[in-house]
């Protein structure tokens, strides 16, 4: 799972001298900024998260919700032998979880500082490389009709400007009748500042403002880039690529989890939902 804060103008530590501002930003500038942000913080983000994150954990938000729990991929016992894509695998622990169920996964990112934490899990643990594909989510390097199934937790979505061409992309590589679940950002938070305190409780922005945000330095060039999408667009998209929709599930906070996660924290979590987890199936 690769999860930045949703958009609010706090920057990171050392990207202190960007300013955050709300422009249009295209695919080619998305991607590249995307790619160097994760080449540049996966070092920090597998140390602050890798915890939560575990080595070999499918968590698809920071409410908790696990995989062995939810099972929104289809019954655990049915993955033994299926071929899996996860987008935007970071570290691919989602990955090494399906690995340990009898699935054949291969996790994509667009960083390769990303997929270098992949191979030194997979070393530290001992245990077979989980295949790793350094690529655009929105070019996959695939043939048509290769997985049965696709995943993503918090990968790849948000940080594509053209997200209708990334369904469509999905789609290709499914095999008929295989899943494409994915987790983002819940649409109705970016109407609020991503505060985990009670200021995170005041809507400040339009829902409807599809302007992305963006992190850029003094020259305007985009260092961090994300796109926002209303709960509509999301399933106009899925339904323009062919997918039907079988679930959206909206996670509660669970009254054990006490941590908090950028805006994501147990004060917000029992007024707006955080996550949103869309479960599809290709026609």
Not at 76 to 95: D, F, H, K, M, N
């Amino acid at each position: 799972m690769t999860l930045h804060t949703t958009p609010d103008g706090e920057l990171d530590d050392d990207l202190d001298d960007d300013l955050a501002v709300r422009r249009p930003a295209a695919a080619g500038e998305s991607s590249r900024a995307s790619r160097q942000w994760w080449d540049r913080n996966a070092d920090e983000y597998q140390d602050e998260h890798g915890a939560f994150l575990g080595d070999d954990r499918f968590t698809w938000c920071p409410e908790g919700l696990d995989e062995a729990d939810a099972q929104l991929l289809g019954p655990t016992a049915a993955l033994r032998g299926l071929a899996v894509l996860e987008i935007g695998a970071g570290a691919a622990q989602c990955s090494r979880w399906l690995a340990g169920r009898g699935a054949r996964p291969v996790a994509l990112d667009i960083s390769h500082r990303q997929l270098q934490h992949s191979r030194r899990i997979d070393e530290q643990r001992g245990t077979a490389r989980i295949p790793v594909v350094q690529a655009d989510a929105a070019v996959l390097p695939f043939a048509d009709a290769s997985f049965d199934l696709a995943c993503s937790a918090y990968g790849a979505v948000p940080f594509s400007a053209d997200t209708a061409k990334l369904m469509r992309e999905v789609h290709r590589v499914l095999r008929p009748g295989g899943r494409w679940v994915f987790s983002v950002t819940h649409p109705i938070r970016w109407a609020f500042s991503d505060e985990p305190g009670i200021e995170g409780l005041t809507a400040s922005a339009s829902y409807f403002d599809r302007t992305p945000y963006v992190e850029q330095d003094v020259t305007g060039r985009a260092s961090y880039v994300e796109h926002h999408r209303t709960l509509g667009d999301r399933v106009r998209e899925l339904a323009g690529a062919g997918f039907t929709l079988l679930d959206l599930v909206e996670p509660e906070w669970p009254a054990q989890l006490t941590s908090t996660w950028g805006g994501w924290s147990p004060l917000r979590g029992r007024h707006i939902p955080g996550t949103a987890i869309f479960v599809t199936q290709r026609g």
